[in-house]
T-cell receptor, first 111, second 113 residues
Framework: DVKVTQSSRYLVKRTGEKVFLECVQD?????MFWYRQDPGLGLRLIYF???????EKGDIPEGYSVSREKKERFSLILESASTNQTSMYLC??????????FGQGTRLTVV | DQQVKQNSPSLSVQEGRISILNCDYT??????FLWYKKYPAEGPTFLIS?????DKNEDGRFTVFLNKSAKHLSLHIVPSQPGDSAVYFC????????????FGAGTRLTVKP
């Protein structure tokens, strides 16, 4: 069974804090993704990575950065958290040309 | 500007009837399409996919139809069951590697007993 694990289910952070969201997959997938889910907007792609140390911007990269130092781990970084980054964050991984598997999500609240 | 659109935020059907969920896309480079199902407090789970070389793919009660000329796809669930009640997301990617999937806004399906 494919497993995508996100480090936290719920997080509360203060405005201006640096926030790290961690994601680990155990299927040796090349691709990894970070999305945020907001009501009425669906899942919006923040960043994706198709190989170690490779990253590509998605549709809403502003205010975020990512790191992929190892194939199994893809981190999302909020450099200076703001209240408009309060959201559900979803990590996913996939093999080339195949469907993606998602983690359980991290609900981040920035106060 | 969303490249994948699901214009119906919600759909309600009776148990045993057909559910039809629709999805439109704008990017003609998309060549791989997927449907995901999401329950509250869980990540989306993959349901069914179709590549652009096909116009239909079937898996049990689930069938996806693709109309490339209209840039439209639909998911049919027959017969619908109460356990199918969830949010359904349409997704699409380009280039064969599926490494830049874009999702629609989702449709909440409610199947009434």
């Amino acid at each position: 069974d494919v497993k995508v694990t996100q480090s936290s289910r719920y997080l509360v952070k203060r405005t201006g804090e640096k926030v790290f969201l961690e994601c680990v997959q155990d299927m040796d997938h090349e691709n990894m993704f970070w999305y945020r889910q907001d009501p009425g907007l669906g899942l919006r792609l923040i960043y994706f990575s198709y190989d170690v140390k490779m990253k590509e911007k998605g549709d809403i990269p502003e205010g975020y950065s990512v790191s992929r130092e190892k194939k199994e781990r893809f981190s999302l970084i909020l450099e200076s958290a703001s209240t408009n980054q309060t959201s559900m964050y979803l990590c996913a991984s996939s093999a080339q040309g195949a469907e993606a598997f998602f983690g359980q999500g991290t609900r981040l609240t920035v106060v | 500007d969303q490249q994948v659109k699901q214009n119906s935020p919600s759909l309600s059907v009776q148990e045993g009837r057909i559910s039809i969920l629709n999805c439109d896309y704008t990017n003609s480079m998309f060549d791989y399409f997927l449907w995901y199902k999401k329950y509250p407090a869980e990540g989306p789970t993959f349901l069914i996919s179709i590549s652009s070389i096909k116009d239909k793919n079937e898996d049990g009660r689930f069938t996806v139809f693709l109309n490339k000329s209209a840039k439209h796809l639909s998911l049919h669930i027959v017969p619908s069951q109460p356990g199918d009640s969830a949010v359904y997301f349409c997704a699409a990617s380009a280039g064969g590697n599926n490494n830049d999937m874009r999702f629609g806004a989702g449709t909440r399906l409610t199947v009434k007993p």
